[in-house]
């Protein structure tokens, strides 16, 4: 019987003989149980995908464990976690703000998951995208310069992505295409080119 039942004190414990190298463990094991022991450590919440990661690698090493001197298998099947897991925000939403310093910004809230799309398609053309473009760690959002981005393009990612596209965002996007069509001259023609002969 262990002198803790909670996950947290049992996968420290585990990690500890890890680090003296009385358990040895495999390469792919090593980075992620540092990882998650770095996050109990400092007091982050854990998803509730990193705990079940935790229990696999204890599951992994029980025996080896074991064999150190550290047996846990017979309460591994009812560990508890001392702390609620954290839940992803997986909002998608778009809309323009007014900052204290009179900058209009367009900022959208997304899941990291969407990163890599929102680079390739929006920031991909920016070479100086860090200044136009900033993650705002307070607010959660991703701040761009008003004034440096497609606003079309920006919502054409906005539904590919099912973005809850605020009102704020819609007026802008309005005027913009609105400001395009007056703004081409009358001799421009939106038909396909023909030359008479």
Same mark, same amino acid.
């Given at each position: 019987?262990?002198?803790?039942?909670?996950?947290?004190?049992?996968?420290?414990?585990?990690?500890?003989?890890?680090?003296?190298?009385?358990?040895?463990?495999?390469?792919?094991?090593?980075?992620?149980?540092?990882?998650?022991?770095?996050?109990?450590?400092?007091?982050?919440?854990?998803?509730?995908?990193?705990?079940? *990661?935790?229990?696999?690698?204890?599951?992994? *090493? !029980?025996?080896?464990? =074991? =064999?150190?001197?550290?047996? *846990?298998?017979?309460?591994?099947?009812?560990?508890?976690? !001392?702390?609620?897991?954290?839940?992803?925000?997986?909002?998608?939403?778009?809309?323009?703000?007014?900052?204290?310093?009179?900058?209009?910004?367009?900022?959208?809230?997304?899941?990291?998951?969407?990163?890599?799309?929102?680079?390739?398609?929006?920031?991909?053309?920016?070479?100086?995208?860090?200044?136009?473009?900033?993650?705002?760690?307070?607010?959660?959002?991703?701040?761009?310069?008003? *004034?440096?981005?497609?606003?079309?393009?920006?919502?054409?990612?906005?539904?590919?992505?099912?973005?809850?596209?605020?009102?704020?965002?819609?007026?802008?996007?309005?005027?913009?295409?609105?400001?395009?069509?007056?703004?081409?001259?009358?001799?421009?023609?939106?038909?396909?080119?023909?030359?008479?002969?």
């Amino acid at each position: 019987m262990l002198n803790s039942v909670f996950a947290e004190d049992v996968f420290s414990k585990f990690c500890l003989l890890v680090d003296t190298g009385m358990v040895s463990v495999q390469n792919q094991d090593f980075m992620p149980i540092n990882s998650f022991h770095s996050k109990i450590l400092d007091g982050s919440q854990l998803t509730k995908n990193q705990a079940n *990661y935790i229990i696999k690698l204890l599951e992994k *090493y !029980k025996n080896l464990s =074991a =064999a150190a001197g550290f047996d *846990y298998r017979n309460d591994l099947p009812n560990l508890q976690w !001392k702390d609620s897991f954290r839940v992803l925000d997986l909002t998608k939403k778009i809309y323009v703000e007014k900052r204290d310093n009179g900058r209009l910004e367009i900022c959208l809230k997304f899941p990291y998951q969407l990163k890599k799309e929102f680079d390739e398609e929006i920031n991909v053309n920016l070479s100086n995208s860090n200044r136009v473009s900033h993650w705002d760690h307070e607010e959660k959002v991703r701040r761009l310069s008003f *004034y440096e981005f497609n606003l079309i393009s920006l919502y054409e990612f906005a539904c590919r992505h099912n973005f809850e596209i605020d009102e704020s965002f819609m007026r802008v996007v309005r005027a913009a295409a609105t400001f395009t069509i007056f703004s081409a001259s009358p001799s421009t023609s939106l038909a396909p080119n023909s030359r008479s002969v």
